[in-house]
């Protein structure tokens, strides 16, 4: 099967992570999706960032829970400790109306491990809704155990993993999720994939960024890879 190419935080090898220029960047390589991450601000809007803090992406300091999105709008985004004046971070509303008429799909992670952001998945699934996007998005979570309520929503969900599971496919059926998301370095086990898509569970892996392990995961059949060297893996899959 020809794997999906999954653009991580954006095209984030070619600009910053989990900006509307890495969402834009990833559009234009001609990416099949794209992985963001969404967290909330303590007057309940989805911000798209990795961290907790906003103290390594952007110009302010402190818990991204604890700010209002009017202390939040005005930081700027550091890249590698330079300021860059034209980028903040985006709100997952903004995202959508990027994204939505390129025809990506997008994969969103619930930031809600650390912390536990109580009704975050139902406000980004109406997000989602509105944005008429609902056929092209899956959820992922590495908190399996608030994760499980998300099934009432109505879109697939993906379990965010780093070490391996036993018997994942009987895990990820009786959870109900339409996908697996694991370290790509614990799919090395014999019969995996067949395993899970015996069980009708997709598998995208992440972050996968060296060339010999795309070409492995090219190899696997993956149904997704999920990198920031998104040129390099079109270039890998497609041939030129």
């Known amino acids: ?19 509307m220029a ?8 001609g990416a099949d999706g794209i992985e963001l991450d969404v967290q909330r601000s303590a007057d309940g809007r989805l911000v798209v960032i990795h961290d907790e803090t906003v103290d390594r992406t ?27 004046p034209d980028e903040r971070l985006p709100l997952l509303e903004e995202v959508l109306e990027l994204v ?6 997008l994969n969103i992670e619930l ?7 109580p009704g975050m998945d139902a406000q980004v699934v109406q997000a989602v809704r509105v944005a008429r996007m609902t056929d092209r998005v899956i959820l992922s979570s590495f ?37 697996v998301h694991p370290d790509f370095r614990t799919l090395a086990e014999p ?10 569970i997709a598998v995208n892996a992440w972050t996968v960024n060296e060339r010999a392990d795309i070409e492995a995961m090219l190899a696997l059949g993956v149904d997704g890879i999920i990198t920031d060297e998104v040129a390099l893996a079109l270039e890998l899959r497609d041939g030129h």
């Open 1 to 19: 099967m020809t794997s999906k190419i999954w653009a991580h935080r954006g095209a984030s090898a070619e600009a910053s992570e989990n900006t």
């Open 143 to 179: 908190n399996h155990v608030q994760f499980h309520g998300s099934r009432a929503l109505g879109l697939p969900l993906g379990l965010l993993y780093v070490e391996p599971l036993w018997a994942v496919e009987d895990y990820a059926a009786r959870f109900g999720a339409a996908a």
């Open 111 to 117: 930031k809600d491990g650390l912390e536990p952001y």
């Open 191 to 200: 019969g995996l994939l067949e395993r899970l898509r015996a069980e009708a």
């Open 58 to 84: 952007t110009t302010g300091s402190g818990r991204l829970v604890e700010m209002t999105w009017e202390q939040i709008e005005p930081l700027r985004i550091v890249d590698d400790g330079r300021e860059l």
């Open 100 to 105: 939505a008429p390129a025809g990506l799909e």
């Open 22 to 29: 890495a969402f834009r960047r990833a559009i234009e390589l």
